[in-house]
Nanobody, 119 residues
Framework: QVQLVESGGGLVQAGGSLSLSCAASGSGFRIHAMGWYRQGPGPQRDLVAIVTTDGTTNYADSVKGRFTISRDNAKNTVYLQMNSLKPEDTAVYYC?????????????WGQGTQVTVSS
């Protein structure tokens, strides 16, 4: 059984920084891409950043230059460093991992962590 455990987040003033981490636990799986999504007050969950196994990254335009995604393949962990935070970054942030386990490839989600940026 695969689980994603997130940590980090919290409350910060505009212009501040926060970091998130997400570790995948279990056995017998192979991770492909790892990323972060966020969900504001509405139902839509939007991509924030993603990193593939070879280190290729992709960011939402709204966070380019402010957020940095990275991963530690040995620890099955993905990180998100968020700098110059803005009130519009306020959301629940979800870790997402595309992985293969028992010959099935699918997405797994973390439990979500709240990030609140005050103006």
């Amino acid at each position: 059984q695969v689980q994603l455990v997130e940590s980090g987040g919290g409350l910060v003033q505009a212009g501040g920084s926060l970091s998130l981490s997400c570790a995948a636990s279990g056995s017998g799986f192979r991770i492909h891409a790892m990323g972060w999504y966020r969900q504001g007050p509405g139902p839509q969950r939007d991509l924030v950043a993603i990193v593939t196994t070879d280190g290729t990254t992709n960011y939402a335009d709204s966070v380019k230059g402010r957020f940095t995604i990275s991963r530690d393949n040995a620890k099955n962990t993905v990180y998100l460093q968020m700098n110059s935070l803005k009130p519009e970054d306020t959301a629940v942030y979800y870790c997402n991992t595309l992985l293969t386990v028992q010959a099935m490839t699918r997405h797994y989600w973390g439990q979500g962590t709240q990030v609140t940026v005050s103006s």
